[in-house]
């Protein structure tokens, strides 16, 4: 029905930069909030960043200041701009969103997941 097709990610040094997008296809009536997730070995997924349809955004405290979410509605995707990357910020990135359908049925649906290498 729908798929979320990331891209970007990799092996990065301790302050540098990487760039992550998310794009989805298939029949969509409309995408509503679209967020980021992370998960490290023997950690638990926890939210990145999320942006709602109108642009709000939310950030963990953790990446605060660091990373900058945005999306393109005309291309449904979105993007995880990361500056000044940290070690700790080492993790599998997963993009999520809300999808609403052209049949009415609206749902969670997730990207294949992406490797983040922070080196110190």
């Known amino acids: 029905q729908v798929e979320l097709v990331q891209s970007g990610g990799g092996l990065v040094q301790a302050g540098g930069s990487l760039r992550l997008s998310c794009a989805a296809s298939g029949s969509i009536l409309r995408l509503n909030a679209m967020g980021w997730y992370r998960q490290a070995p023997g950690k638990q997924r926890e939210l990145v960043a999320v942006i709602t349809s109108g642009g709000s955004t939310n950030y963990a405290d953790s990446v605060k200041g660091r990373f900058t979410i945005s999306r393109d509605n005309a291309k449904n995707t979105v993007y995880l701009q990361m500056n000044s990357l940290k070690p700790e910020d080492t993790a599998v990135y997963y993009c999520?969103?809300?999808?609403?359908?052209?049949?009415?049925?609206?749902?969670?649906?997730w990207g294949q997941g992406t490797q983040v290498t922070v080196s110190s």
């Open positions: 999520n969103s809300e999808v609403r359908l052209v049949t009415g049925v609206t749902y969670d649906s």
